[in-house]
């Protein structure tokens, strides 16, 4: 998935692949210890960074 989202060649617009990306490299993520709230928990823009 992640060879996948680096391979997209979008122009013109704005996509959410980084966002998606850092998801799937998020440690918690990979571990498999994802719920429905890991957004909220993890991906707040203060922590995406």
């Given amino acids: 998935m ?4 680096d391979e997209y060649a979008i ?3 704005k996509t959410t692949i ?3 990306q850092k998801v799937l490299n998020h440690a ?5 210890e ?4 890991f ?3 993890y991906m ?3 922590k995406v960074k």
């Fill in 18 to 20: 980084p966002f998606h």
């Fill in 28 to 32: 918690v993520f990979q571990q498999g």
């Fill in 44 to 46: 707040t823009p203060a």
């Fill in 11 to 13: 122009t013109g617009v």
């Fill in 2 to 5: 992640l060879r996948a989202l």
């Fill in 39 to 41: 957004i909220e928990k």
């Fill in 34 to 37: 994802v719920s429905t709230d």
